[in-house]
């Protein structure tokens, strides 16, 4: 077993859910380039009992501040970890560390510390699924430490300054101190071997989420891990900031299909574990969007005609759940625009 068996310790599962967010911070120079999820706002629960009256005042901690929260065993040494920001992919074993994205550059400290403390290691290598601050934020420390950052050569050119990123508000992003940014780059499939197992780093085949998105493919455990080109029941993020496109997604996840078997493990970006008939929906949906979009485009609608007529119904039950942040309107409008081009 090597070191998985780390992966059910019980500290490792006390916090279940306690800490689980995926709030994006509010930092008003740092973070800038893009706003991901924006908090979901919490259960409402009926009739919540009154505090104690003796209970002392709670330190809040700092946004974006806690290590993972949640570890998922996928088996084969490989697991899924949750917490604040985009979800995590480990590889543990003799070989050393591997491991697929690192949140924020505000929890980075806590995420080696708990990584440390349940491999017993820090990683050696190190995957950037895409450049958001909620999954490359923690670079910087994760190099300090040891790990060799690899990325898509397009993450490098957004984290140095060279490509610019413009957020929804219309703030370009600044670049990132030079520890951050990734030292081995790449444009085409780049295969890992250790641990006895091959990791995949599959680029998209066209600009989806980012300019910038890999998948990652376990082979002998079955495990992708897809960054943000999917989250699980929720409409996608499309930023076209960083050069993403919606067609990226229905290709992308189309990709994916090709990759995935009845039972991969499919790490999303945000959101539970998935399953290829996950990724099938979620294509469906994509590719059933646009159609119904372009239906309207082709009818000379305008866009505020095209949003009002919401023709996502059929999906929004499924797609528009919570934790997500984009709206059935807003992906119309995404949409719509890259049909209008
Ligand atoms: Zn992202």
Redesign the pocket.
Known sequence: MRKSAFILSAAALVALGACVTESAPREPDLFIA?R?PDPPAPPRLPNPAPPAAATPAATTPAPNSQAFARVIDLGQGVSMLMGQG?NLGLLTGDDGLFLIDDQYATNAMANLAKVEELAGGKPRYLVNT?W?F??AGGNEVFADAGATVFAHANVRKRLTGELQSVNRAGAVSAPSPEAAWPVVTFTAGVDFHLNGQTIRAIPAPQPT??DGDVLIYFVEADVLHM??TYMKDRYP?V?TGSGGTQMGFIETLGRALEIAGPGTKVIP?HGELATRADLQAAFDMHRGARAAVDALVKQGKTLQEAVAAKPLAQWTPRFMGPGGFISDDAYVTVIYNELKK
Request: net charge negative; no cysteine; charged share 30%.
């Open positions: 893009v991901e985009g895409h958001h909620d999954h989420h980012t960054g943000d993020f930023d970006g």
